[in-house]
C-alpha cells in the first residue's frame, strides 16, 4: 500500500509552456527539490522525482549517472531562447520523474544521491550537492518512507498551521510536529521525511513531512 502510494505522489507534471524561438541552446539548471523512497529493492530500477526552476517540463532534459554508491543527476534546458513575450521565470517550474537503472546488492548497500544545486553556489558551474542517501537491500523493502529534500521555507500560515513549501512553490507540505522545533520559521536546504500513510488535521489531501535538519545560508 506504502509503495503504491509513494508511486502515485512521483508520477505528476506540471503544464507545459510553449517555446519561442528556433534556435537551440543547452543551459545548466539548479535542481532545487528531490523526492524518492529512503529503501528499494536491488536489481529493480526505482523512480526519483526532480523538481526545480527555469524552464518548463517539455524543456528539461535529465543526465542520471550511477558510479559505484553514487547517482549523479544533472538537469538541463534546452528551450529556445526567448527574442518577444516571454513568460515570467516563476512560471517556469519543471516536476518530473527519472529512472534510477536497477543497482545490484548482495547484503543492504547505502547509495548517495547527490544533483546540481545553486544551493548556496550563486554562480555557475554549479556543483553536485548530497541530498541524501537510499538503502539498496536484496530483500523488498516493508514500509518505504519518501525522502523529501532540497530548498524550501517553513513558516506558520493564516490558519495557525506549521507548513513547508519547497523552492518551486506549486506544493504545500504539513509539518509533523504542531509546533516544530524550526518555528518560527525558516529558509534553507532542509532534508526531510514523508511517511504516504499520514494525513494532516491543517489541510485535506496535503503530505505530511518531518524536517530532520536544515542547513542555513
Known sequence: MRAARFASLLAVS???????????????????????????????????????????????????????????????????????????????????????????????????IRATSQWPALEQPWPLRTFGTVTVSPTTPIQPLQRSVGVASGFKDSFGCFIVIPGPPFRVYISADQAPAWAPGFTGFAYGRVDPVLRSTCLDDAPVIRVDSIASM
Open 14 to 112: 506540471l503544464a507545459v509552456l510553449p517555446a519561442c524561438d528556433d534556435r537551440n541552446t543547452v543551459a545548466p539548471l539548479s535542481v532545487q527539490w528531490l523526492e524518492w523512497s529512503d529503501s528499494v529493492v536491488a536489481g529493480a530500477p526505482f523512480g526519483v522525482r526532480v523538481r526545480g526552476m527555469g524552464a518548463s517540463v517539455s524543456d528539461v532534459r535529465i543526465a542520471l549517472h550511477v558510479r559505484g554508491d553514487t547517482v549523479a543527476i544533472e538537469a538541463y534546458s534546452v528551450a529556445q531562447p526567448c527574442r518577444t513575450t516571454c513568460p515570467p521565470i516563476a512560471l517556469l517550474a519543471y516536476d518530473t520523474l527519472v529512472w534510477v537503472p536497477a543497482i545490484d546488492a548482495a547484503s543492504p548497500r547505502t547509495v548517495t
